[in-house]
């Protein structure tokens, strides 16, 4: 994740069975996860707002590398969204920001989103959903 605004050290890539960094600059996830990292903490001098400049970013895309292209929607299973949370947590993440919406909601993969869930529950983390 590159852009003049953003300060490269306070970005963290975790790495998954996707990769810790996008591969494709202009897809949608990628440009999805710059807009909303330049929200949480582009320097001060950026001409958009920003909550924190300090904090440190972990990103950790839970996207298959085959989706692609600005119109491709990215998807992921419940159970990649678990094993995304559960990294973070590992890495030692204190708020987890979840801006996705599952596009194939199955029971398949709930009880591990749930656990990952409840794990972040009982260590005091935050989870914040948008969809």
């Known amino acids: ?17 996707n990769g810790g960094a996008c591969t494709s600059a202009n897809s949608a996830a990628c440009l ?3 807009f909303v990292a330049g929200i949480l903490s582009a320097t001060r001098s950026s001409s958009a707002p920003t909550i924190s400049p300090h904090c440190t970013l972990m990103v950790r895309p839970i996207f298959p590398k085959a989706t692609s292209g600005r119109d491709a929607i990215p998807s992921a299973t419940p159970q990649e969204l678990a094993t995304g949370i559960l990294d973070c947590l590992y890495v030692g993440a204190r708020v987890i920001n979840l801006n996705l919406a599952l596009a ?7 009880r591990e989103l749930e656990e990952a869930l409840n794990q972040a529950a009982r260590r005091g983390e935050y989870v914040k959903t948008f969809n």
């Open 1 to 17: 994740m590159h852009h003049p605004d953003l300060t490269q050290d306070h970005i963290r890539e975790v790495s998954g069975p």
């Open 32 to 34: 999805h996860d710059t």
């Open 104 to 110: 194939h909601p199955s029971t398949a993969g709930e």
